[in-house]
């Protein structure tokens, strides 16, 4: 990003408490001028889903559709790389985001991320393959993996960094905050804050089928929860995102 730009952002959004290191972060938001919703985007927590659905959504007066997840996302507007004038306008949109129960988000970053190793389109980039468990989706390769984030992986990478963390604004500033285990009814308000019709949050209730098109991005990470968390796993786990689960409100217990 360049400079001005960050510099223009703490004059446009001065007054809004902004996290600005995440603000300025091209992948932290998605706006849409024509729903003026603004979504900041949380990796692992229905991410792709929801910015496609707004993509889509906000393009049908054009008649613009989209062959991929990466075109949606390209199409929307970021406080990071659009004008002055779409930024000033932008502090009048709704401000909402998703969250995710930390024990699936990290075991689903994981599958997605780093056990697929020569697999998988992302886990062969070279961040991922110098991350323990990579190549291994085994609970023994989990268990390496969680290790990793006790002893200061939690920072390598976005994909399994606290939600909180993430967060463009304090939890209070936004105007929604769903949760992905309860996406179409949390959707539904906010077309209903938007002036849409809530019945088209109906299409979230299966995944959308531009991303279930993409080999392994749907991990299924909270039926296997089971399968890789042990109770000293979870003890981790619960520690290192302590935050997520106090400020989100999830239940610590993973059973």
């Given amino acids: 990003m360049k400079p001005l730009i960050g510099l223009r952002n703490r004059l446009v959004f001065r007054g809004m408490d902004v996290v600005h290191s995440n603000l300025n972060n091209a992948d932290a938001v998605a706006a849409f001028p024509q729903l003026r919703v603004a979504f900041n985007r949380i990796k692992k927590a229905g991410n792709s889903t929801v910015t496609t659905f707004l993509a889509e959504l906000s393009a049908e007066d054009s008649g613009q559709s989209f062959n991929s997840v990466r075109d949606a996302k390209k199409g929307a507007l970021s406080p990071a790389r659009c004008g002055w004038r779409d930024a ?86 936004f105007d929604l905050i769903g949760r992905l285990e309860t996406l179409p009814e949390d959707m539904a308000r906010l077309l209903t804050m938007i002036d849409r019709d809530p019945e088209r949050a109906r299409a979230l209730e299966k995944p959308h089928p531009l991303e279930a098109s993409q080999p392994h991005k749907i991990t299924g990470a909270t039926s296997k929860r089971a399968q890789f968390y042990t109770p000293d796993l979870e003890r981790v786990v619960r520690r290192l995102y302590a935050r997520d689960f106090a400020t989100f409100g999830y239940p610590e217990e993973a059973g």
């Fill in 88 to 173: 000033r306008e932008m502090r009048g949109y709704t401000f909402f985001t998703v969250v995710r129960n930390p024990y699936d988000r990290v075991l689903s970053a994981f599958l997605n991320k780093v056990a697929l190793g020569e697999k998988g389109i992302d886990s062969r980039k070279p961040r991922f393959r110098v991350v323990p468990g990579w190549g291994e989706a085994t609970p023994a390769g989990f268990a390496e993996f969680v290790a990793f984030l006790d002893r200061g992986g939690l920072s390598h990478d976005r994909h399994w960094w606290p939600q909180c963390d993430l967060l463009i604004m304090p939890p209070e500033h």
